[in-house]
Nanobody
């Protein structure tokens, strides 16, 4: 069955960095447009970065220049490098197809606080 497993979150101070990973199984990974989503408390889930099968990325304005999305089609994994983190980046982060048609994983909590 489809499994998306996110990891790498944690508590970090403003200005710090984190690297999130998403391991996938049960899907044909390489042809899919994949993305990282996040959901902050009391807010709707939003797409923050996406990447095409060939590696072309796209970013929400709120993270552009700070986050970098990448993928490894040989390992069926997705990565999000997050730099210059801000308190408003605090959220649970998820990976999924774009649009999000796979079952959601458990997500990984990112907390940016001093």
């Amino acid at each position: 069955q489809v499994q998306l497993v996110e990891s790498g979150g944690g508590l970090v101070q403003p200005g710090g960095s984190l690297r999130l990973s998403c391991a996938t199984s049960g899907i044909i990974f390489s042809p899919n447009l994949m993305g990282w989503y996040r959901q902050a408390p009391g807010k709707q889930r939003e797409l923050v970065a996406h990447i095409g099968s060939g590696g072309t990325p796209g970013y929400a304005n709120s993270v552009k220049g700070r986050f970098t999305i990448s993928r490894d089609n040989t390992k069926n994994t997705l990565t999000l490098q997050m730099n210059s983190l801000k308190p408003e980046d605090t959220a649970v982060y998820y990976c999924n197809r774009v649009p999000a048609t796979f079952p959601w994983g458990q997500g990984t909590q990112v907390t940016v606080s001093s």
